[in-house]
């Protein structure tokens, strides 16, 4: 099984073309040879791998021919798959509780593999958190900034990548010396109060980042409400008006519950990052080689470690069935115009 055939009839740039040359890639790395084309330009490669099932392309030299599941969603699909199902020895869904659908609607098919894998991600990369502050900085350090400090020097040094500060207004420059020597992330958004459009450049720039922090006890700050204007979460200290705002406010009560709320913060992207990763193009590969060899009968070599899931509860062909798409003019039209193509090269083999 070292070479593939991924037959892709119409490169339209769809997000399945780019899922294609994804896979084309990795299994290029791994020592695969793999070629994507139209139908006609089959080689007698090992495995056929059909990007769209609904445009099939079958050979008898091929061990094993393979189709790409994207969705059924009207029962004109349900019965066009019923019958490319007698033609290939396997489908791949694009999640485990699609493949239980599937397999469900081909019940009566015993001798046909059906696999899901997640959808890939295209990158496994997270952003950092962009924390913004919208408040002047004073010397004396009257709202708390030097916590920003304490909270990087009490933590480990990887978490300094979660972050970017973006220090909006005047006097964080004084800061931003010590937070350059703990090499963080930071940005300084400052304008001159006799610009006209001052405030409004403020409030784009808040609106842009994901969250705002404000860290003084000093009886409440106007930044709230323009975090609300803007519609941007925020968090905030348990004093003044602010604990009114507690239905949609972050709130801390002492420097130790700040901390924690950062930590949180923190999780979100680890959390975040794990699943891009348990999703990325490497797992659906090892996923994917999986398949087919378990179909040849031959040995896995996978460095990973693969989990198959399952779904245990059976699926409601009537609940799947009642969000299928009404069978309108253009979808006879589509429908017609695929049995045409396909009867089209009937007769030209």
């Known amino acids: 099984m070292k070479k593939i055939f991924i037959v892709d009839p119409a490169n339209s740039g769809w997000i399945i ?5 994804d896979i084309k890639t990795e299994l290029n790395k791994r020592g695969f040879s793999v070629r994507i084309g139209q139908s006609d330009e089959y080689l007698g490669e090992d ?17 094993i021919n393979s189709a790409f599941i994207t969705h059924v969603d009207d029962y004109i699909k349900e019965f066009e798959l019923k019958k490319i199902s007698t033609k290939v020895d396997s489908l791949v869904c694009m999640s485990p509780s699609d493949a239980e659908k599937i397999r469900q609607l081909l019940s009566h098919r015993n001798n046909i593999s059906i696999i899901g894998i997640n959808l890939p991600a295209r990158s496994v990369e997270t952003a950092p958190f962009v924390l913004t502050i919208f408040s002047a900085c004073y010397a004396d350090n009257r709202k708390n900034e030097r916590w920003l400090i304490d909270y ?16 909006m207004g005047d006097g964080w420059s004084m800061l931003a010396g010590d937070l350059e020597k703990l090499d963080v992330n930071y940005e300084i958004i400052r304008y001159s109060i006799n610009m006209p459009d001052e405030y409004s450049r403020y409030k784009w720039h808040l609106a842009n980042g994901h969250f705002m922090i404000y860290m003084g006890f000093d009886g409440g ?11 941007i979460p925020f968090l905030v200290p348990a004093n003044s008006y602010h604990n009114n705002l507690e239905p949609v406010a972050n ?38 080689i999986q398949h087919w060899t378990e179909i040849l009968g031959e040995q896995v070599s996978i460095k990973s470690n693969i989990k198959t899931v399952s779904v245990d509860e059976p699926v409601d062909l009537s609940e799947l069935r009642s969000n299928y798409k009404k ?14 193509n396909r009867y089209l090269k009937t007769i030209s083999k």
Not at 17 to 21: C, R, T, W
Not at 327 to 340: E, G, H, M, N, V
């Open 221 to 231: 700050a106007m930044c709230v409400y323009d975090a609300l204007n803007v519609n």
């Open 327 to 340: 069978i309108d003019a253009k979808r006879l039209l589509s429908f017609c115009l695929r049995t045409w």
């Open 17 to 21: 073309e780019k899922l294609m040359g």
């Open 47 to 63: 495995i056929v791998f059909n990007s769209r099932y609904l445009d099939l392309f079958t050979t008898r030299c091929a061990r």
């Open 152 to 167: 990087i020097v009490s933590r480990p040094s990887e978490i300094r990548n979660s972050f970017i500060f973006k220090l």
């Open 251 to 288: 709130i801390f009560k002492n420097k130790s519950e700040f901390f924690e709320r950062l930590d949180n913060f923190h999780r979100q992207i680890i959390v975040k990052k794990k699943l891009l990763e348990s999703r990325s193009i490497e797992k659906y590969v090892d996923r994917l």
